[in-house]
């Protein structure tokens, strides 16, 4: 009887103590997955923080407001009054003449020259469009905002450091100074920077903007959804409803997993040997962009819409078979219906991973400076991921947080996209 519930207590021992090490490796998991969780928080609001503490600036510009007399002498020297005389007007007199009357003590050329490096290239360009939308403002004086050198906006926002050597900077003293002369007559204001949305790219970070990217990259994201969509979807409707299971669909099967896997740079390779070298397209057009992202996402629009189709319930299938259905009429009107959601967000998240990919967009030419927005598929144009490789580059302080904004663009792009994955996944979800 003893040795019986030695035996016994034994027993209850080691039940216990696997019981112990079972619940102590539950703990130990649990704390990994939390731990987990917790570092990939922090490192995504690290990311986050980095981003926008840097990219913020951007949305801000500094402006400068002048009363500049456009003198009819000066916009039409020879008197004809020709579209040409306004396009080729010293447009930089006039606004020099309105900022000498603001700084009287600009003595000789040398401060007169450091005076008009306060001012943006692109001050003239300004008038100049007005003046050519309404040619009755010649010979009057009107009021312009105009934008400020990227390196006068760069020591407004802080990161000037005026306690270095002038050797050190590209603002001088005599700049700062004349700055805070034209800041006390409230000449100088800080605006919402509207050009960061309505511009193309610029080699001056004042006059840069996102709006030919933005233009671009919808383009291609259009032509890869067109195309890829319905090729996508009706091949995995035939492997995974009709076709044979053979060596055959075995090998494509093999195949399109790999593509899947495939570096991105390859199908730019592809591209610009297909569709530019041997097919002519124009280099830099959203249209070769579309076609190249196209044959990218192909293969994961494919994956994602057989697991949407696996998904469905073989009794949907039995029941529409049993009550005389065709197999045809069975995958188009009973199977597919079930399965669209998840075939448009696996198409919805493939086309958001493209639009993040910019190696394939440089091996076929859209990594050229394009400072027009395009209007058409064939125009060149850039893309937000190839805009934020190409400012990121440049050696301009202004461009740092130009490029933040621009991820800041393309991320609130991604966040829509998913948006909408989710907004269709729920409204042609039909529950059984």
């Known amino acids: 009887m003893n040795n019986i519930n030695r035996a016994d207590l034994n027993v209850t021992k080691l039940i216990e103590r696997s019981l112990e090490k079972r619940n102590q490796k539950e703990r130990y998991f ?27 600036q951007a949305f801000i510009k500094t402006d400068i407001e002048l009363e500049v007399f456009l003198d009819s ?12 005389d306004l396009f080729f007007a010293d447009y930089d007199s006039l606004i020099f003449t309105s900022l000498k009357e603001h700084l009287p003590e600009l003595k000789n050329r040398k401060e007169r020259r450091q005076a008009r490096l306060i001012l943006s290239s692109g001050a003239s360009y300004k008038i100049q469009n007005k003046i050519i939308k309404d040619k009755s403002l010649v010979g009057q004086t009107v009021s312009f905002i105009l934008p400020l050198d990227d390196e006068v906006d760069m020591y407004l926002k802080g990161y000037v450091d005026t306690e270095s050597s002038e050797n050190s900077r590209k603002i001088t003293d005599f700049q700062i100074a004349l700055v805070e002369n034209l800041i006390e007559k409230d000449l100088i204001h800080r605006n919402f920077n509207t050009t960061l949305f309505v511009s193309g790219d610029s080699r001056e970070p004042e006059l840069a903007g996102i709006l030919g990217a933005l233009v671009g990259s919808f383009m291609m994201l259009t032509i890869t959804f067109i195309i890829s969509f319905p090729l996508a979807v009706s091949a995995a409707i035939y492997l995974e409803e009709f076709a044979k299971k053979n060596i055959w669909t075995d090998f494509l099967e093999v195949n399109i997993n790999n593509l899947a896997a495939v570096p991105s740079i390859i199908y730019g390779l592809l591209g610009l040997a297909i569709f530019i070298n041997f097919f002519g ?20 629009v494919i994956i994602a819409s057989r697991a949407a189709l696996k998904s469905v319930p ?30 448009l967000t696996g198409s919805i998240v493939g086309m958001a991973r493209a639009l993040g990919e910019s190696a394939p967009l440089i091996m076929i030419g859209m990594v050229a400076f394009v400072v027009d ?46 948006s909408l994955a989710i907004w269709l996944r729920n409204k042609f979800q039909i529950k059984w």
């Open 30 to 56: 649990r704390i990994y997955g939390i731990s987990s969780l917790v570092i990939a928080v922090v490192f995504l609001l690290t990311f986050f923080a980095s981003i926008i503490s840097t990219g913020y």
């Open 73 to 84: 002498e000066v916009i039409y020297p020879n008197g004809t009054k020709t579209e040409e």
């Open 281 to 300: 397209f124009p280099r830099s057009a959203p249209i070769v962009g579309g076609l190249v992202l196209s044959l990218m996402t192909f293969p994961v």
């Open 314 to 343: 073989p009794s949907i299938r039995d029941a529409a078979l049993g009550l005389g259905a065709s197999k045809i009429q069975t995958t188009l009107h009973h199977v597919v219906p079930l399965a669209l959601p998840g075939m």
């Open 373 to 418: 927005i395009p209007t058409s598929i064939t125009e060149p144009s850039a893309a937000l991921p190839v805009q934020v490789f190409l400012w990121s580059d440049a050696p301009e302080r202004g461009f740092a947080e130009k490029t933040s904004a621009a991820i800041m663009a393309l991320l609130v792009f991604l966040l829509l996209m998913n």
